[in-house]
């Protein structure tokens, strides 16, 4: 857990991830434990800071920080304070400060703590605002909570809002997504990340060996016109914006630009001795370490081509470093995409045609 080099000036952005939630829902993946005391926030925190100030050198010039979880809104203001003092120092103007925060639990203390600190984004885990599919899910929130945040949040001056929902969940429905689907023209979230049902191993559904529900592209058209209809801007696969207010850290990501990670299971993308890393951070509250794994150059060309190709725009090369090199790398396995119009040059780049966005995961086995 230490870093002794200095890892590359270009750091924009920073993760830091928080893993503690007051219950575990069926779907979830991530990295994360029940909370079991403020004691054992405190000391994770206590760890977390000490990694941080190992990276100081490389923190000074980031442009997004987000804390992600886990649950970050399930500290206590001790601990919450303590959360955001220890990032104080790297917050700079005009940095987008993002916290995800469940609806359950915030508090108008704690989102005017926020605020004080420089937080400007709050992205708002709500995933569905049926209450019965709530329940199923293991959520412990219901359909009320979720406006009451925004409402405050609205007015305590939050004006970047970004609300996070799961289509094809077990037994939703079309009228639930329309459901949905209103509850967003009421409350008009800044952004909406709106992501299918994931399945894997480690949540509490993927232990129970379920299988996925079949209704994906339906919803999938669904989501996409209703959105459209209420102006939204589908930017990303998954992600859709109001009034060009996209999510740039995750932006980061997309363009291939790179970040680190801090806190357990927390992933980064660094440079050093110019040698090109995907990091993880493996082990559990009490310990953890970066395990660095080294990319070959083959397997960071793709990383730009699969992380660039899910932006509607596609990978524009005065944004992305070293995505000319890519399309050049991969011109021959790419070749056919082009002819068949799956893919398209752009003014500055290329990307996926409408129907080549459809297939995309076609292309990326191709050059894999
Ligand atoms: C890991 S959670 C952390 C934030 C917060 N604790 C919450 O529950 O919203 C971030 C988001 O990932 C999405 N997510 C988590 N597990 C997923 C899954 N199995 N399939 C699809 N989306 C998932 C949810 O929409 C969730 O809001
Ligand atoms: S979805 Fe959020 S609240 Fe639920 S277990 Fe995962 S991190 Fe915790």
Same mark, same amino acid.
């Given at each position: 857990?230490?870093?002794?080099?200095?890892?590359?000036?270009?750091?924009?952005?920073?993760?830091?991830?928080?893993?503690?939630?007051?219950?575990?829902?069926?779907?979830c %993946?991530?990295?994360?434990?029940?909370?079991?005391?403020?004691?054992?926030?405190?000391?994770?925190?206590?760890?977390?800071?000490?990694?941080?100030e190992?990276?100081?050198? %490389?923190?000074?010039?980031?442009?997004?920080?987000?804390?992600?979880?886990?649950?970050? *809104?399930?500290?206590?203001?001790?601990?919450?304070?303590?959360?955001?003092?220890?990032?104080?120092?790297?917050?700079?103007?005009?940095?987008?400060?993002?916290?995800?925060?469940?609806?359950?639990?915030?508090? /108008?203390?704690?989102l /005017?703590l926020?605020k004080?600190?420089?937080?400007?984004?709050?992205?708002?885990?709500?995933?569905?605002? *049926?209450?019965?599919?709530?329940?199923?899910?293991?959520?412990?929130?219901?359909?009320?909570?979720?406006?009451?945040?925004?409402?405050?949040?609205?007015?305590?001056?939050?004006?970047?809002?970004?609300?996070?929902?799961?289509?094809?969940?077990f037994?939703?429905?079309?009228?639930?997504?329309?459901?949905?689907?209103?509850?967003?023209? /009421?409350?008009?979230?800044?952004?909406?990340?709106?992501?299918?049902?994931?399945?894997?191993?480690?949540?509490i559904?993927?232990?129970?060996?379920?299988?996925?529900?079949?209704?994906?592209?339906?919803?999938? /058209?669904?989501?996409?016109?209703?959105?459209?209809?209420?102006?939204?801007?589908?930017?990303?696969?998954?992600?859709?914006?109001?009034?060009?207010?996209?999510?740039?850290?995750?932006?980061?990501?997309?363009?291939?630009?790179?970040?680190?990670?801090?806190?357990?299971?927390?992933?980064?993308?660094?440079?050093m001795?110019n040698?090109?890393?995907?990091?993880?951070?493996e082990?559990?509250?009490?310990?953890?370490e970066?395990?660095?794994?080294?990319?070959?150059?083959?397997?960071?060309?793709?990383?730009i081509?699969?992380?660039?190709?899910?932006?509607?725009?596609?990978?524009?090369?005065?944004k992305?470093?070293?995505?000319?090199?890519?399309?050049d790398?991969?011109?021959?396995?790419?070749?056919i995409?082009?002819?068949?119009?799956?893919?398209?040059?752009?003014?500055?780049?290329?990307?996926?045609?409408?129907?080549?966005?459809?297939?995309?995961?076609?292309?990326?086995?191709?050059?894999?």
């Amino acid at each position: 857990m230490t870093n002794d080099e200095l890892i590359t000036k270009d750091v924009k952005s920073l993760y830091v991830h928080i893993p503690f939630c007051d219950s575990i829902c069926f779907f979830c %993946d991530f990295v994360k434990v029940k909370k079991t005391s403020d004691e054992q926030v405190w000391q994770y925190l206590e760890k977390l800071e000490q990694e941080i100030e190992s990276y100081r050198d %490389d923190l000074g010039n980031l442009e997004t920080i987000y804390i992600g979880g886990g649950t970050p *809104s399930c500290l206590n203001e001790e601990c919450t304070l303590k959360m955001l003092q220890i990032l104080h120092p790297f917050v700079k103007e005009n940095i987008e400060y993002t916290i995800e925060i469940n609806p359950e639990k915030v508090s /108008e203390n704690k989102l /005017e703590l926020y605020k004080k600190f420089g937080v400007n984004r709050l992205s708002i885990g709500i995933q569905t605002f *049926s209450n019965p599919l709530l329940k199923k899910i293991g959520r412990i929130h219901d359909n009320l909570e979720p406006i009451r945040v925004i409402e405050l949040a609205r007015k305590i001056g939050f004006e970047n809002i970004s609300i996070d929902l799961i289509y094809n969940l077990f037994e939703q429905n079309k009228d639930d997504i329309l459901v949905d689907i209103e509850k967003i023209k /009421e409350l008009k979230p800044d952004h909406i990340s709106w992501y299918s049902l994931i399945l894997k191993e480690n949540s509490i559904w993927g232990k129970l060996k379920k299988k996925l529900p079949e209704n994906d592209e339906y919803f999938d /058209e669904i989501i996409n016109s209703k959105l459209i209809e209420l102006g939204y801007c589908r930017y990303e696969v998954s992600n859709y914006s109001l009034n060009n207010k996209i999510s740039l850290h995750n932006l980061s990501y997309w363009n291939n630009q790179r970040f680190i990670g801090v806190g357990i299971g927390a992933a980064g993308f660094i440079e050093m001795n110019n040698n090109l890393y995907l990091t993880k951070n493996e082990g559990n509250i009490n310990h953890w370490e970066r395990i660095d794994q080294l990319l070959s150059q083959k397997e960071y060309y793709f990383q730009i081509i699969m992380m660039g190709l899910r932006l509607v725009d596609g990978i524009d090369f005065s944004k992305v470093r070293d995505g000319a090199l890519a399309l050049d790398y991969f011109q021959s396995e790419l070749k056919i995409h082009f002819e068949n119009k799956l893919l398209e040059l752009t003014d500055n780049g290329f990307k996926c045609t409408p129907r080549g966005y459809e297939i995309m995961d076609n292309i990326l086995l191709d050059i894999i």
